[in-house]
Nanobody, 123 residues
């Protein structure tokens, strides 16, 4: 079982940037797809981005394309989500999650989850 810990969230002004990190332990991430999800108050959890094992496929939800970048550093067993040009509607708790090899748009397809990191975009 993979254990995941997210960090890097915070309070940022509109237009600002953050880099979220998802550090894994208990297993290497080489054979896992990593998804980033977010959940705003009163809303359903939304898949934001996903990177498959071997980085062969990367997904972004339309609302973040061109602003978010997912990447992984297998040597550090870490996946990153660089988020730029932040908007108030990006405010949410951001979670990372893993599943074997391939991405899925469904959060229920992911096996292991972190505890989340809060991102708040406000002036």
């Amino acid at each position: 079982q993979v254990q995941l810990v997210e960090s890097g969230g915070g309070l940022v002004q509109p237009g600002g940037s953050l880099r979220l990190s998802c550090v894994a332990s208990g297993s290497t991430l080489d054979h896992y797809a990593i998804g980033w999800f977010r959940q705003a108050p009163g809303k359903e959890r939304e898949g934001v981005s996903c990177i498959s094992s071997k980085d062969s496929w990367i997904y972004y939800v339309d609302s973040v394309k061109g602003r978010f970048t997912i990447s992984r550093d297998n040597a550090k067993n870490t996946v990153y989500l660089q988020i730029n040009s932040l908007k108030p509607e990006d405010t949410a708790v951001y979670y990372c999650a893993t599943r074997p090899y391939f991405c899925s748009r469904y959060s229920t397809a992911f096996d292991s989850w972190g505890q989340g990191t809060q991102v708040t975009v406000s002036s």
